[in-house]
């Protein structure tokens, strides 16, 4: 299954989510407010960490920390703020993010 992660607006949100009351298919998404917001939640490491989830299945933090070549204490701070902000999820003691792929969709402007 693929996550679209998108920038929007809240009206381009209610838009889609009108849609998928309607019955209309909408996917799986992650939204943020603005393209600054994204880059403040998903830094290069956290990345790392759901690229590396991405496909995987439930891990521990430990096991993390493991794959991506990172300190332990490190990476639970990275986890919890991923958990935070909705991107990955708890599946017991263990945490997931539950897609095969990431669709990045982001649409840049002329600043007005």
């Known amino acids: 299954?693929?996550?679209?992660?998108?920038?929007?607006?809240?009206?381009?949100?209610?838009?889609?989510?009108?849609?998928?009351?309607?019955?209309?298919?909408?996917?799986?998404?992650?939204?943020?407010?603005?393209?600054?917001?994204?880059?403040?939640?998903?830094?290069?490491?956290?990345?790392?960490?759901?690229?590396?989830?991405?496909?995987?299945?439930?891990?521990?933090?430990?096991?993390t920390a493991r794959r991506v070549g990172r300190d332990v204490k490190a990476v639970h701070r990275d986890i919890h703020a991923l958990l935070d902000a909705g991107i990955i999820d708890r599946d017991g003691d263990k945490v997931v993010f539950p897609y095969d792929a990431i669709h990045l969709d982001a649409k840049l402007k002329a600043a007005e």
């Open 1 to 63: 299954m693929e996550v679209i992660m998108t920038v929007e607006s809240l009206d381009e949100t209610k838009l889609r989510l009108k849609k998928a009351f309607r019955g209309q298919r909408q996917g799986s998404w992650i939204t943020f407010a603005s393209v600054e917001l994204m880059f403040k939640v998903m830094t290069v490491k956290r990345w790392e960490i759901v690229r590396t989830m991405t496909g995987a299945g439930p891990l521990s933090i430990r096991e």
